[in-house]
């Protein structure tokens, strides 16, 4: 959780993470020079570089996209998602090299400027498969400078979530200008069937992924539409229905809300961190406090604010329990506010 | 999953459950990804065997030929070599040779050094003039006998690839093809004499043209479309200086799509 602005608030699992980041980085390009040199010894120095890069850029790309559906599928992928940023910051970094050594090989020292050349040697824009590839490739790489360069929770902090999140979604029109750049400009080359097969098998697995994710969190919201409501008060499950120390979540008149039952207790918070948007309601209760799934923000239940000396607060809901059932009332308080948990005992 | 198993990513350590899953997930990647990585590179198109002497600073004498394109001459007691002179960078070597000319006088028909990089592969070698104009060496007189004209000479259609003669002979591999288009684009557009390559009938080896237009005029900036691209055209072919010249009909360029 921030409190002051520091580079990086190291810990032990994110110095783990990098490590093997970086150990499995090296390991792509190792693999893959080797393989050059075994089947290709003719290959130059230039042409390792520009290729190794794309290949492993574009595959801890694919990582990157598959980490979050895959969360939400099975919560033990939750360690790949605690540092994806640093993944996403080193896949810039490794996108960077082919972008800069490609323009350096393809369009430097000619008559004009290299980067104008970019755009304008190749000017067959009207025809798919002569398209200048290359151009989709620089606004990827731009997009991924914005979003590494605001990667740290300083910009987070500043642009707040909201802006932060939709600026970091960029990612997904990254992926799609990859696609194109590798489909429009290497498979128009090499052209052998397995490429396809590769490039398309790997679009196909991250919009399943996406899709299976969604198709379940639509189920989730279709079934909470048809509840009972009652004085301004919807029923909304069991208490049994809610197992100690976790939440049922709900999406109620435009409000995601999690109802949290702990201690023989029951309270009700907005299910969106303020950090990065989590879903709060896959979090646990720990020591007293809601726990984001993501990244461990935490937050105490009755009034939605983080324990001090953190700021960050959450709208809160009231609640009641009628025949062992609970119902929630969608009309939110304003964040920080306390409410009194519901006793079990009591109800 | 369990109060105790529940994952928070700032605690020292991580649930053993998580610890397992993830171990599992990361030997699968590093067992999938050097397979996946091996099937790239096996299915990759294989590189030509040209070379570029990077680093290495050849001296070179022959007779200097100004047609079609700059050329060198280089003659040894069993074969005479016909070496297509380029600039350094993705230029052409005519402006070089233009300023060598005015500082040293013409050089039409003499003994020239030059010293350069060697770029060669497919019987065909070409010298980049790396220092520009310091490229320059020695020159002196030699009687030749001049270039006997368009005796030789017959029309053609042709269908091929219009490249740039420098990378695909061995400065970059592929220099050919829709990756190297750009560049290609780059270089021709320099000065870098354009080359038609022509696939012949045997399906394996080439024909290689250099391009020129109808009245023998340089045509790079009007080829520059039609680069990195399977196309038909028509012209007057001749032999000169060692190569093979295409008189180009630009009005008769065909894409084939």
């Known amino acids: 959780m921030s409190l002051n602005y520091t580079s990086v608030q190291w810990n032990k699992q994110k110095k783990g993470y990098d490590k093997i980041l970086w150990l499995g980085i090296a390991f792509m390009l190792i693999c893959f020079i080797g393989f050059q040199f075994l089947f290709h010894p003719e290959i130059t120095a230039e042409t390792i570089i520009i290729r190794a890069t794309a290949i492993t850029a574009f595959l801890l790309l694919h990582i990157i996209l598959s980490i979050g559906p895959l969360a939400r599928l099975n919560t033990k992928f939750l360690p790949l998602l605690y540092n994806r940023r640093h993944l996403g910051v080193s896949m810039f970094f490794i996108a960077l090299i082919h972008g800069v050594f490609s323009i350096i090989q393809f369009h430097a020292l000619g008559d004009i400027n290299a980067v104008v050349s970019v755009f304008t040697s190749n000017q067959h824009y009207q025809e ?76 196909i697995a991250i919009l399943s992924l996406h899709l299976v994710t969604g198709i379940k969190e639509n189920r989730r919201l279709q079934k909470d539409r048809d509840l009972l409501k009652k004085d301004g008060f919807y029923e909304v499950c069991l208490i049994s229905d809610i197992p100690e120390s976790c939440a049922k979540t709900i999406f109620l008149e435009g409000e995601n809300i999690a109802i949290f039952k702990y201690d023989g207790r029951l309270s009700a918070v907005n299910n969106v961190c303020k950090h990065q948007m989590g879903p709060l309601g896959e979090g646990r209760i720990v020591d007293g406090c809601i726990t984001c799934p993501w990244h461990g923000y935490q937050y105490k239940p009755e009034d939605g604010k983080a324990p001090p000396p953190f700021t960050e607060k959450l709208k809160t809901y009231q609640l009641k329990v009628l025949d062992g059932k609970v119902w929630v009332n969608p009309d939110p308080n304003e964040e920080g506010t306390y409410i009194e948990p519901v006793k079990l005992e009591d109800a | ?173 592929p220099g050919e093809g829709k990756i190297h288009k750009s560049c290609a684009i780059r270089c021709i557009s320099g000065g870098i004499p354009p080359v038609m390559r022509v696939l012949q009938d045997d399906g394996e080896s080439y024909e290689y043209y250099l391009l020129k237009g109808k009245e023998e005029e340089n045509i790079n900036k009007e080829v520059l479309p039609y680069v990195a691209e399977t196309i038909s055209v028509s012209g007057i072919s001749f032999y000169q200086n060692g190569w093979k010249v295409l008189k180009l009909d630009l009005e008769s360029i065909e894409r084939n799509k």
Request: a negative charge; charged letters at 20%; glycine letters at 8%.
């Open chain 1, 128 to 203: 798919i498969s002569e398209f200048p590839f290359q151009t989709l490739g620089f606004f990827a790489l731009l997009i991924l400078f914005l979003m590494a360069a605001t990667s740290h929770d300083f910009w987070l902090n500043n642009l707040s979530p909201k802006i932060w999140k939709t600026l970091h979604m960029g990612v997904y029109v990254v992926y799609g200008l990859l696609v194109l750049h590798v489909a429009l400009g290497a498979l128009q080359y090499e052209d052998h069937l397995v490429d396809w097969v590769f490039l398309l098998g790997g679009f």
């Open chain 2, 1 to 173: 999953m369990s109060q105790e198993e529940f994952y928070i990513g700032w605690q020292d350590e991580m649930p053993l459950s998580n610890k397992q899953f993830i171990k599992r997930i990361l030997i699968g990647i590093f067992i999938l990804i050097p397979l996946f990585l091996m099937y790239v590179v096996l299915f990759q198109k294989p590189f030509n065997h040209h070379h570029f002497e990077f680093g290495t600073l050849t001296e070179l004498t022959g007779i200097y030929h100004g047609d079609p394109y700059p050329i060198l001459e280089v003659s040894d007691e069993d074969s005479t070599e016909f070496i297509l002179l380029v600039g350094f960078g993705k230029f052409g070597a005519e402006e070089i040779i233009y300023d060598i000319q005015n500082e040293h006088g013409a050089l039409l028909g003499e003994e020239v050094t030059f010293r350069g990089t060697l770029i060669y592969g497919d019987g065909v070698t070409l010298l980049e003039l790396t220092d520009q104009e310091e490229s320059f060496v020695s020159s002196k007189d030699k009687e030749v006998e001049p270039f006997e004209g368009l005796d030789n000479s017959e029309s053609v259609s042709l269908t091929g690839e219009i490249l740039d003669p420098k990378c695909y002979f061995g400065v970059m591999k």
